[in-house]
């Protein structure tokens, strides 16, 4: 493999010579040779750095299905793009020194581009001149007061919210709330992304940039304005962006099928191939399970596709699409399949360091608390974390520690917009205080709100974050929970974080029967109607209601063996220490104690298919709701309870 890019180079360096030993001898100042003689230079100097390209990369680790053009193109783009991502990183990283005066420069940024725009004029930002000139000048605001201008926007008018170019209207996953269309500049997006390349390699100084990672993906359809403007998800991409996704071992065609099953099995084909793999990558750790589950599945078909170079006939590609893939397939490998039969047959666990032995790592936003889960089995082996805090509104924060043991942390991504915080006990309120980004205090909890480049202005996201340190003196952060998630039945407003902690200490004395793959919880109101009278009747207090999906072990004991009495008592005791105002309604005893349903293997994947399914949420985009919002949601849990 290196002898190829070696004889490139050397080949390069000698045509090189030549051009340039021929303009040497035959040179002339006379018009028109002195016009040639510049062309022929060029063309010389462009084949020297050619030539040092191709050297650099005979020392490299690339794919062996990599031509001497796929793996320049693949150069450029990598490095290109590592380029960008340390020099926008190192941008931010000396930001963190005075965050107030970046904010304050952020402010007068946003304000200088957008202060002649309708909204601009009607809100007097040019009136403003600081952060807290700000503050006191305009008002907190939410999607609401958005939506009119955001309806013009779509229409194709310009200069309403701000004057960025809004080239997309993402999409929200509306899996935790409604669904919401937020203007985005993907220029800016895309520079965030290469900050987060620029981190991986930071942490991981010995692998090579060249080094393919594999990424599970489905798309979904794309969608116009009535002004032309592109309707999408954040990640969903668009045909003419696909190219550029050198990284992987999948084609770009790969990236564009939008059903999830056609979609693994093409990325899975193609990430076999190839056993020097490094990272796995999937937007939420959701996929990655999805994935792992379709492998056990289908493997077999996918291995006898690998031994011969084929592709499943009875996938639902368009015809053009399969002889694009069948194409980068190429032949088949025969001796990689064997290897990946073996392992296979040894069934999931540690799978993915057993078929790809220098994987290091998964990056994934857990967004479903099934981390320790993947890690124990299918990723055995391995480190998991989580790149990015995102939102469609922008990239909030980006982890600059992946190999952090714990709690994830993130640094707030102070040049992307302006960050105000509304401390935890007056979220509540009217007309609540807000607290700048030097103001802030360490092991507290706050709403963000957010000011962006390209339109919302003092925006609540609906996120509580808790500051856990500060980098130089920029916050860390740590997502808690969201607001919309809030249990509360009587005004105790209890978060999914305490639930999720009072439920994870709980289950520790059933260690031995599996880990804990899903859960959510419901408000006792929206089940009463939906359960037996015996159940219903257990007690008539108002109580929150669980659901848990537990995952398999190889031992003999299963889930059945948890004493879910106790349990519930546990886990009452647990919000009971945590929460006061948990605490409150107790002792008045208006809150029973909570009541915890076992679900069948599965449970959680119809609840999946029936929010997709009654909803414009995307796969690639779903997060699943830890709280139970509607009746049909419910249902399907009711309906999966394990008797």
């Not at 043991?405 to 007056?426: A, C, H, K, R, T």
């Not at 909803?615 to 849990?637: D, G, H, N």
Request: aromatic share 10%; glycine share 6%; proline share 4%.
């Amino acid at each position: 493999m290196a002898n190829k890019y070696q004889a490139a180079g050397t080949a390069c360096f000698l045509l090189s010579f030549l051009v340039g030993r021929t303009i040497f001898v035959y040179g002339s100042i006379q018009f028109p040779w002195i016009f040639l003689e510049i062309v022929a230079g060029s063309v010389a100097l462009v084949l020297c750095v050619l030539g040092a390209i191709y050297i650099f990369l005979a020392t490299q680790i690339i794919s062996k299905y990599e031509t001497l053009s796929s793996a320049l193109f693949c150069f450029v783009v990598v490095y290109g793009s590592l380029f960008v991502g340390r020099k926008t990183l190192k941008k931010l990283l000396n930001s963190c020194s005075d965050p107030r005066r970046t904010q304050e420069k952020c402010l007068q940024g946003i304000i200088k581009v957008s202060k002649n725009t309708e909204y601009g004029m009607k809100m007097g930002l040019k009136n403003i001149t600081s952060l807290r000139d700000f503050q006191s000048k305009h008002p907190l605001t939410s999607y609401s007061d958005y939506e009119q201008y955001i309806t013009r926007i779509c229409k194709g008018e310009k200069d309403i919210l701000t004057a960025v170019k809004i080239d997309r209207l993402g999409l929200s996953s509306g899996t935790t709330g409604t669904i919401k269309c937020i203007p985005m500049n993907m220029d800016r997006y895309f520079t965030n992304i290469f900050v987060l390349s620029a981190i991986m390699f930071e942490a991981f100084p010995d692998v090579q940039p060249m080094r393919k990672m594999i990424r599970l993906h489905k798309n979904a359809k794309l969608g116009r304005s009535e002004g032309g403007i592109l309707m999408a998800a954040a990640m969903i991409i668009e045909p003419s962006k696909a190219r550029f996704l050198v990284s992987f071992p999948s084609p770009p065609d790969a990236f564009l099928i939008e059903n999830k099953d056609v979609a693994l099995y093409v990325h899975l084909l193609f990430a076999l191939r190839e056993r020097d793999l490094w990272l796995i990558m999937a937007l939420f750790s959701s996929m990655l399970v999805d994935g792992s589950k379709y492998l056990e599945r289908h493997w077999p078909r996918l291995v006898e596709d690998l031994a011969h170079g084929t592709l499943n006939p009875d996938l639902d590609l368009s015809s053009g699409m399969r002889d694009n893939l069948t194409k980068a397939l190429g032949s088949g490998d025969p001796e990689r399949a064997e290897e990946v039969r073996r392992e296979l047959e040894k069934g999931q666990q540690g799978i993915i360091r057993r078929l790809w032995p220098h994987m290091r790592a998964i990056a994934s936003i857990d967004s479903s608390g099934i981390k320790d889960s993947i890690l124990q089995t299918i990723g055995e082996g391995l480190m998991m974390y989580t790149p990015v805090y995102p939102c469609t509104e922008m990239v909030l924060a980006v982890n600059i520690n992946p190999h952090k043991e714990g709690v994830e942390e993130f640094l707030l991504s102070l040049q992307e917009g302006i960050f105000e915080f509304i401390p935890e006990n007056e979220i509540g309120n009217a007309t609540p205080k807000t607290l700048l980004i030097d103001e802030v205090e360490k092991g507290k909890n706050y709403e963000i709100i957010i000011t962006t480049h390209t339109g919302l202005y003092r925006y609540r996201v609906g996120d509580v974050l808790q500051i856990t340190g500060f980098y130089r003196n920029c916050p860390m952060v740590r997502f808690m929970y969201r607001i919309g998630m809030i249990l509360n039945l009587f005004g105790e407003k209890v978060d999914q974080y305490t639930v999720g902690e009072s439920l994870k200490d709980a289950l520790s004395e059933w260690s031995d029967v599996g880990s804990l793959s899903q859960y959510c919880v419901a408000e006792s109101g929206l089940l009463s109607p939906l359960l037996k009278q015996s159940e219903a009747d257990r007690d008539s207090s108002s109580h929150y209601v669980l659901f848990l999906e537990m995952a398999a072990t190889d031992n003999k004991t299963t889930s059945r063996e948890i004493d879910l009495l106790k349990l519930a008592q546990k886990i009452d005791e647990n919000i009971y220490s945590r929460h006061g105002a948990y605490r409150a309604f107790k002792d008045n005893k208006a809150i029973a104690p909570p009541i915890v349903y076992l679900l069948k293997p599965g449970s959680f994947d119809k609840l999946k298919d029936h929010i997709l399914a009654n909803s414009s949420a995307t796969e690639i985009q779903f997060k699943m709701p830890k709280k139970l919002r509607t009746k049909e949601m419910a249902e399907v849990m009711v309906d999966n309870i394990l008797r």
